[in-house]
């Protein structure tokens, strides 16, 4: 065993592993974000809600109707998903040709309303959900102790980062879509109905948050802040991969959780705070983020 | 008639005048974490325990009018401190209650010195409050961070858990909690490993789990509270840290913190309390009341909201007393002469230090088969007497405790 700045490199191996985990939390929420922003240009402020959203469902299906942990996974995105869609059709669809900072305030204001109904009802301590029977225990790999549920967290989020990121950039619907971001009365001049697109895309990229938060219930406190606390690093994390790109968000959630998962080890208590050192130095070096296209 | 009216105005207002002679006016205010990590552990539920207080205080006595306030600190020490001087300058208000967060506890300790009010502790931890950081217009009710080592931390080196590693939130309250319980657990002749301080607020704890499991210490004690406490507890079961040998130690754990993990992850935590709802009639007649005024069947009081209503009681019983509660000073040198006696904490006395003295509870969580009904989370393992479960008044360093 030999060791890396006094760390055993053992110790760091697992370190990495976690951070990579962590880091594809990250890249659910901010691919969400990023396709929302790329295809609708609104800043979706109360994604983090939107998330807690997921996991309140989860909770609420479990409590309610008996759904387990993996009906509750197709189920809550969806129930969360239609909600985002009712957002989009009454509030959002007004705001598309305003300044980005009407559909911050909007969604900020949505954010604050949704937490606060949810602590007006559950309270903040928190609900309990506990680990799907299926996926408790772990496996010891030499280096660390790794639980089952981590590992079907990495699988999950890969296959859902990469299978979004195939549909808008190498499939005919994600031509459509990208064309429709760029001049819409010319897609729809070609028979598309554009407006719904855009509603079933935002919902699409609401039930990608309220996704992240089913995964996060058996693991996270599911409280009210739960998403209010997560959402600013997410930010940060789609700023530092250039607002509104997929591949952006994607590569920079997994390598962020790594640079996060490293700092605390070495800094632990720095560990909130480095996302934000790196989102400055890559706005000076980078204005437009690291896969942002200057516009 | 213009005149009768004018005259009967004056009248009135006279009457008034002879009337507020006598009758004794306090301002209370709850200034508590309203919306955010602490607010089911102090928030709304120590509002209405104050309601409570201030309701069963008026019964007996008719000629002291109680006026409430409350106000959210969003565990900003700059917020906290900038409300307690408006209230005290702006609102005259005579008595700030519960402030959950250490960090914010202090700044306001520090505002109500200034101002020559009261400052009645329930919610924050650092026994600083009564330690070297003490003043005279200060009085710390339900528990500390010495209270907490102590009856947690001793009672675990005891039964073998000799070993330690601490996570702890980093600022004043997880310091002063990691500083305290490693004293007591090196007294009782264990020994401390190591610690890694993490930031408030933490989501995910598998790095720190991690280092904690790599360290081979026998006890993970966690010097933290709310939403970081439970997010630890969590992920440490799916991390296999119970399975693996080593054991929590929730050093600051709260019954909304019990009700969030659910008794299948916290099970076999041993953690103390100064008061539980499940105790005896009283508290649990109490809590009824409390479940109703809250209009929350489902919710059960903290020991921090059950403080902030004898507490309160204490207060208004050394006003009545004084028949003023102009000058806090005066005020808490009363409570410290009046010995406590309440339904929730009992009998007990105030100590130089503004440090009030009662029993604390050395409380187990109980498997899910054991629980038979909503709430009930703990088997009582051992009672600390009042004496044994505060720091002695000599170790404190307070100036008020030598001179």
């Known amino acids: 065993m030999f060791e890396i700045f006094g760390i055993p490199s053992t110790a760091l191996f697992g370190q990495l592993l976690i951070g990579l985990i962590n880091g594809s939390f990250y890249a659910l929420l901010s691919l969400g974000l990023a396709v929302i922003f790329g295809m609708l240009n609104i800043i979706n402020f109360s994604h983090g809600a939107q998330y807690m959203m997921g996991a309140f469902a989860a909770y609420l299906l479990l409590q309610y109707s008996g759904l387990g942990y993996w009906p509750a996974l197709v189920v809550a995105p969806i129930l969360v998903g239609i909600t985002g869609m009712i957002i989009e059709r009454l509030f959002l669809r007004w705001l598309y040709k305003l300044d980005h900072l009407y559909g911050l305030l909007l969604t900020f204001g949505l954010a604050l309303i949704i937490e606060g109904v949810a602590r007006n009802y559950y309270g903040s301590a928190g609900l309990p959900y506990v680990l799907p029977e299926s996926l408790r225990g772990g496996q010891n790999l030499g280096f660390m102790f790794l639980p089952n549920y981590r590992a079907w967290v990495i699988v999950a989020s890969l296959t859902i980062c990469f299978g979004t990121w195939f549909v808008i950039e190498r499939t005919r619907l994600g031509a459509y879509l990208r064309a429709a971001t760029e001049n819409p009365a010319l897609v729809r001049a ?8 855009i509603t079933l895309t935002y919902g699409f990229g609401v039930a990608l948050a309220a996704f992240a938060g089913v995964m996060a219930a058996p693991i996270y406190n599911v409280s009210p802040q739960m998403g209010s606390d997560l959402i600013i690093v997410v930010f940060a994390v789609v700023v530092i991969g250039g607002m509104g790109s997929i591949l952006g968000a994607i590569v920079t959630g997994f390598g962020l959780g790594v640079i996060e998962g490293l ?3 070495f800094f632990p208590e720095a560990s909130n705070t480095v996302i934000f050192v790196i989102m400055a130095i890559v706005l000076l070096v980078r204005p437009a983020g690291l896969f942002g296209r200057r516009g | 008639m213009k005149r009768t009216i004018g005259l009967t105005a004056l009248a009135v207002m006279l009457a008034c005048g002879t009337a507020s002679a006598q009758q004794v006016d ?11 990590l602490y607010s089911d552990v102090g928030g709304p539920g120590s509002v209405v325990a104050a309601k409570m207080a201030i309701a069963d205080f008026a019964k007996a006595n008719p000629n002291v009018k109680v006026t409430l306030v409350s106000g959210d600190h969003q565990n900003k020490p700059d917020i906290g401190s900038q409300m307690a001087n408006q209230w005290f300058d702006v609102d005259k208000v005579d008595v700030i209650v519960d402030v959950p967060n250490s960090g914010v506890a202090l700044a306001v300790s520090q505002v109500a010195a200034q101002k020559n009010k009261v400052f009645l502790v329930s919610g924050a931890a650092a026994s600083d409050l009564t330690g070297p950081k003490c003043n005279a217009n200060t009085v710390h009710w339900t528990y500390d961070t010495w209270m907490l080592a102590n009856g947690t931390g001793t009672a675990i080196v005891k039964t073998g858990g000799d070993t330690w590693f601490f996570l702890t939130a980093d600022y004043a309250f997880g310091a002063a909690l990691e500083r305290d319980t490693k004293a007591a657990v090196e007294k009782a002749g264990g020994k401390v490993l190591g610690a890694v301080r993490h930031p408030l607020n933490t989501n995910d704890f598998s790095s720190f789990l991690l280092q904690a499991q790599a360290s081979k210490a026998k006890i993970i004690g966690l010097a933290n509270a709310g939403g970081d406490t439970i997010n630890a507890i969590k992920q440490g079961a799916e991390f296999g840290i119970v399975k693996g040998g080593q054991k929590f130690a929730g050093l600051l754990v709260f019954a909304s913190d019990v009700n969030a993990l659910g008794l299948q992850t916290a099970q076999g935590l041993t953690l103390t309390e100064t ?5 005896n009639d009283a508290n649990r007649a109490w809590t009824k009341r409390w479940q109703a005024e809250r209009n929350a069947p489902g919710k059960f ?13 204490h207060y208004l019983k050394a006003v009545a007393a004084l028949k003023s509660a102009a000058d806090g000073k005066a005020v808490v040198a009363e409570m410290k002469k009046l010995p406590t006696d309440d339904p929730l904490f009992g009998k007990g006395t105030v100590r130089a230090d503004g440090r009030a003295l009662h029993p604390a509870y050395l409380l187990e969580v109980k498997a899910p088969a054991e629980s038979k009904y909503p709430g009930d989370f703990y088997n009582l393992r051992a009672t600390i007497p009042a004496d044994e479960a505060f720091r002695p008044l000599k170790d404190g360093n307070c100036p008020l405790a030598s001179g």
């Not at chain 2, 009081?301 to 009681?313: E, F, K, L, N, R």
Request: glycine letters at 8%; zero cysteines; aromatic letters at 12%.
């Open chain 1, 190 to 197: 070609f028979g598309i109905n554009v407006p719904r697109m």
């Open chain 1, 263 to 265: 700092t605390k080890v």
């Open chain 2, 301 to 313: 009081p903290t020991m921090v909201q059950a403080g902030v209503y004898s507490a309160v009681t």
């Open chain 2, 275 to 279: 008061w539980y709802w499940d105790m």
């Open chain 2, 26 to 36: 306090v301002k209370i205010g709850v200034l508590s974490d309203m919306s955010s």
